[in-house]
């Protein structure tokens, strides 16, 4: 292996969604730089931390059907029993919800947090309230995914952010997803919610740090053994 292969692998690949990013923040460097040397190198730095914000690295999942994956990057913030948006249809009993919050350093690349299909999707305008109120699960511009697994029905919500504008979703109704796979990106700070039937155990605490693809949300068999992930 050579040093140009080394340093290609270290390189964490950006999302394509970033791509227009990146161009607007080079280009306003290059023009500010021409104004006044200090503010190119402001500029340069704002420019590597979009590259940085957009990033998507592979991550290795655990390939076990038991298991809800984390479907993002960022802190546990909340873990109870609440009944899921209405719209989602997934009835007016509560469900077990662990929310995992994003801020603006966290990879923002969602995943799927169990294999099934796409059963439809529902998007809904809102506000943009702080991603960390309790209320902005029912305030905020949101968009909900049900998959149907082999443990029943599933809620995945993503939620808009104090500066997220723009929810981004790569799948379609009818979608086959694997646990893991991407599916969607947030921009700038931002929220996901998964509603889980009766049955799963939560195996995360409220602000433990929590990996899309890789960390275990909760369980349904806690007799299931472990198994070695794959990457994606």
């Not at 420019?47 to 809800?68: G, I, M, N, S």
Request: glycine share 8%; hydrophobic share 50%; proline share 6%.
């Amino acid at each position: 292996m050579t040093i140009f292969d080394s340093i290609r692998k270290a390189i964490v690949p950006i999302h394509k969604e970033g791509y227009p990013f990146v161009a607007i923040f080079l280009v306003v460097t290059l023009l500010l730089g021409w104004l006044a040397e200090p503010l190119f190198w402001i500029g340069l730095f704002l420019t590597a931390w979009c590259a940085y914000f957009f990033r998507d690295p592979d991550r290795v999942v655990p390939q076990d059907a038991d298991l809800v994956i984390s479907p993002a990057d960022g802190r546990v913030s909340s873990i109870s029993m609440e009944i899921p948006p209405a719209e989602m249809g997934l009835g007016a009993m509560p469900m077990l919800r662990i929310c995992v919050f994003m801020n603006v350093f966290n990879c923002h690349v969602n995943r799927a947090p169990m294999a099934g299909r796409v059963r439809s999707i529902h998007y809904r305008a809102g506000k943009f309230l702080n991603a960390e109120l309790d209320k902005a699960s029912e305030d905020n511009e949101r968009n909900g995914l049900v998959i149907d697994t082999a443990h029943g029905e599933i809620g995945v919500v993503q939620i808009a952010g104090l500066v997220a504008r723009r929810i981004v979703c790569f799948v379609e109704d009818g979608d086959p997803v694997d646990a893991g796979e991407r599916f969607g990106l947030i921009r700038f700070g931002s929220r996901l919610d998964v509603y889980l039937p009766e049955g799963a155990v939560p195996r995360v605490a409220i602000g433990q740090m929590a990996t899309a693809g890789e960390t275990t949300l909760a369980v349904f068999d806690t007799t299931a053994e472990p198994v070695i992930g794959r990457r994606v």
